[in-house]
């Protein structure tokens, strides 16, 4: 083992898929000089810039460039600076690259990874904060991996570049810095593998990116309680790996699904949905979920506090799963104006 | 150029109106067979023929979603391209294209946008990618067929720019047929509007910008040879703009419910009451005023372009009536292809 930040892990993971396919390409703006986060630092300096291209700040071409790059045998890495910015970009990706192969009829495929990374905490404000990976999901075609720890970033990413077709890594700006504990080899982690952080009985709580540290320690504190929280992590929301997520509620009954996203149309909608099909007999308490207010980012340190879901919204929510009364429970909750679950 | 080369080139045009036409033809002639969008290129034969005819071996092309003539000349199986519109099985893409998504890579064919001005950036990464490939193999161009009203969207002028910044092997050929479906390009293009070509967008994107004559084969394959000769050298991109008239509507009726698919008359006509520049259109159609060439330069008698015309219409008979006996897809295959 040693000792790397999540941005290391992916720097250190790109630079491992360059070394071993010279296809492999990157894309974005500030690259070659390392991106404001310093992703792509010191790959420039290895593979040259003609691999590790700085591009205009044209998100729309830089993507279309990546898919055209892909559909003509390249596997370029494209860096979208923030997801929120991907919003110029979606044609080429939506409309593009994931429909390539099936109109196509399978002739044509597109084989990118777009990276691009979101979250609150940067004090960043409205265009540079948001949590978008629902609109991407909804997209037949498109991959979509979520990675919360370092370990996962480069196993995931190194996937995405093997991938045959088009996949989106939205890492988490909040997690670069943090440093842990990552195998001297990376090796590829499946898409569409959940991973299970810890058991537990009572409550399962499936959390993605930033959350999953939310989960964990939502789970300390309810530990403290006497409650036995199972923390899952489904790693990829697109294939999404219900299986052992479901069996885990069978197993408690009740569930949290957590992310940083707004709640109102977010993945964790489909989380629930998915579950609550597969587990409906099981469930004691309707599926919790926990999100942002359907507000936009606020900027100001205490305002983006206020905002940012985190550990407390989820030890909420899992205390009103297992103290779940019954339907009345439901219109008291909603006459809260609440309507958290 | 020796007069095989000169009599395929008008054979490839020929094929493709006749192929054209019998895509019109068959919402007369079975109705409700072709359910969706087709949008024809008759008109537009000699500037995709001219065009086609300057690739060598390992070139690319991306086109939009009048996507017909492309495949044609690059010798793709008329059947399937038939198929394909009919929404059957043996079709090109199996029938999850259609019309608008026509595709065939092994012939160097990497697929379209329906989605005016998306393909640009695409073919600029075939680009990227072939300037890669230029490094250790023989040079290879990329052809990026687009509109007119394509070059309004952003997608087109990020593209240039990066094309032209990187030097990247392509060659941008605007078919400029003066029209976005029923408005007029001196209605929503500042050039047009100031009476320039539209060439001129070259300009903002320090590249050689040329306007030809879309309707005479030889010349858009001497303007797009050159800028083709220009990117296999690495010297850059060029923005070639193809003068057309197409001489079809934008596309099929596609609505209200209940009226008949058809081909109503060109927005000339229908939206302007500009009879007079459809039938100057029409007077200068491509197809015949090449086949009068020919036979002036002794390239080409009457009975040889007889012959070539009578090859086209049974080729084309065969690919409608392989199309029409060819069966719809299992609709089990709906979820196929989603991911590679």
Redesign the interface.
């Known amino acids: 083992m040693r000792t790397l930040s999540y941005v290391e892990a992916i720097r250190a993971a790109l630079a491992q898929a360059m070394r071993a396919d010279p296809r492999v390409?990157v894309l974005g703006e500030d690259v070659a000089e390392g991106g404001p986060y310093l992703a792509t630092e010191g790959l420039a300096q290895e593979f040259g810039r003609?691999?590790v291209?700085n591009?205009?700040i044209?998100e729309?071409?830089?993507?279309?460039?990546?898919?055209?790059?892909?559909?003509?045998?390249?596997r370029?890495v494209v860096e979208i600076m923030f997801i929120d910015f991907i919003t110029l970009a979606l044609?080429?990706l939506v409309?593009?690259a994931a429909k390539?192969?099936?109109?196509?009829?399978?002739?044509?495929?597109a084989?990118l990874v777009l990276r691009t990374q979101g979250g609150t905490g940067g004090r960043a404000a409205a265009q540079h904060s948001q949590s978008l990976e629902a609109w991407l999901t909804h997209v037949?075609?498109l991959?979509v991996a979520m990675p919360s720890c370092a370990t996962d970033a480069a196993g995931l990413l190194l996937s995405a570049i093997a991938d045959?077709?088009p996949v989106v890594v939205v890492e988490n700006k909040a997690l670069y810095y943090r440093r842990e504990q990552v195998p001297n080899a990376l090796e590829p982690i499946p898409l569409g593998v959940a991973r299970r952080l810890r058991e537990g009985r009572d409550v399962t709580i499936v959390a993605t990116s930033r959350l999953v540290d939310g989960a964990l320690e939502a789970a300390e504190q309810l530990a403290a309680e006497g409650v036995e929280a199972e923390v899952l992590d489904p790693r990829t929301l697109q294939p999404l790996d219900l299986e052992p997520l479901a069996q885990s509620v069978k197993r408690t009954g009740r569930a949290v699904v957590a992310h940083e996203a707004v709640r109102i149309g977010g993945f964790g909608a489909e989380l629930a949905a998915q579950l609550q099909a597969a587990a409906f007999d099981y469930l004691e308490a309707p599926i919790h979920r926990v999100g942002a207010p359907f507000t936009p980012v606020p900027a100001s340190a205490g305002l983006e506090d206020a905002y940012r879901p985190g550990a407390n919204e989820i030890v909420r929510a899992a205390r009103s799963a297992l103290q779940w009364e019954g339907c009345e429970e439901l219109g008291a909750v909603a006459a809260a104006g609440g309507g958290g679950w | 150029m020796d007069n095989d080369r000169l009599i395929w080139m008008y054979t490839q045009m020929v094929r493709i109106r006749e192929f054209e036409e019998r895509v019109k033809r068959t919402f007369d002639e079975h109705p409700g067979v072709i359910r969706g969008h087709t949008h024809l290129a008759d008109g537009a034969e000699a500037s995709i023929v001219g065009s086609l005819a300057t690739m060598q071996p390992g070139d690319q092309l991306m086109a939009t979603y009048r996507c017909h003539g492309y495949p044609i000349t690059l010798g793709t199986d008329t059947k399937a391209i038939m198929a394909e519109i009919y929404g059957r099985t043996d079709g090109l893409c199996g029938g999850y294209g259609g019309s608008m998504h026509l595709a065939d890579p092994g012939r160097g064919f990497l697929g379209t946008s329906g989605i005016v001005g998306q393909g640009i950036p695409q073919a600029t990464g075939v680009g990227y990618a072939a300037q890669i490939r230029n490094r250790t193999q023989p040079p290879t161009v990329v052809l990026c067929f687009f509109g007119d009203g394509a070059s309004k969207q952003g997608a087109f002028h990020e593209s240039l720019n990066l094309a032209s910044l990187w030097k990247l092997p392509v060659v941008y050929i605007m078919e400029n047929n003066n029209y976005n479906v029923a408005t007029r390009s001196e209605q929503e293009d500042a050039n047009a509007a100031a009476g320039e070509p539209l060439s001129v967008k070259a300009k903002a994107h320090s590249m050689p910008g040329v306007t030809v004559d879309g309707g005479d084969p030889l010349a858009v394959h001497a303007t797009v040879s050159e800028a083709a000769d220009r990117a296999r050298r690495g010297d850059g991109p060029t923005l070639v703009e193809s003068k057309v008239y197409r001489l079809s509507a934008h596309g099929n009726l596609i609505a209200p419910p209940g009226v008949p698919l058809h081909y109503e008359e060109h927005e000339a006509i229908r939206v302007f009451g500009n009879r007079d520049e459809y039938e100057a259109a029409l007077r200068g159609d491509p197809v015949p005023r090449f086949r009068m060439q020919l036979i002036e330069q002794g390239v080409l008698d009457v009975a040889r372009a007889d012959e070539i015309a009578q090859a086209a219409r049974e080729e084309m008979d065969a690919a409608v009536q392989f199309a029409l006996d060819s069966p719809f897809p299992a609709p089990e295959a709906a979820t196929n292809f989603v991911y590679a």
């Open positions: 390409i003609e691999r291209r591009t205009p044209s729309s071409a830089v993507c279309g460039v990546a898919v055209g790059a892909a559909q003509a045998g390249l370029p044609d080429q409309n593009q390539a192969h099936f109109m196509s009829g399978g002739q044509l495929s084989p037949p075609g991959k045959p077709g």
